[in-house]
């Protein structure tokens, strides 16, 4: 799938409970390394620091998305000299918003 692909809806499957498991593994697992992030044109960067352990809670999230937020195309980088370990979410209009409200603004207040 492209990301130019306008057919694909942008939507979370998740329930409102499992809204709130996911709410408090990003709080546990991936808060304590998180950088920043910067808007996208189709979606966000978000930078984490380049640990082991942030490249393992970030490889978790990624794939528990792939089940919820299958609209999207997520890239984990990891480059030398391994200081960052970066997410790219992608998608169609929308995913910037819905990963910016959902994701990056949870990291925003959790890490302040």
């Known amino acids: 799938m492209s990301q130019n692909d306008s057919k694909r809806e942008v939507a979370c499957t998740l329930t409102e409970e499992q809204e709130a498991e996911r709410r408090e593994e990003v709080r546990a697992r991936l808060v304590d390394h998180y950088l920043g992030y910067e808007e996208h044109e189709n979606g966000v960067v978000v930078r984490f620091d380049g640990t082991d352990a942030s490249l393992g809670a970030l490889a978790e999230f990624t794939s528990n998305e792939l089940q919820c937020c299958s609209f999207a195309e997520y890239e984990i980088a ?8 970066v997410l790219t979410v992608t998608g169609p209009d929308g995913t910037t918003e819905m990963f910016q ?12």
């Not at 030398?80 to 370990?85: I, K, N, R, V």
């Not at 409200?101 to 302040?112: H, I, T």
């Open 101 to 112: 409200d959902g994701f990056v603004d949870r990291l925003d207040v959790e890490s302040a």
């Open 78 to 85: 990891v480059s030398p000299p391994y200081e960052e370990t």
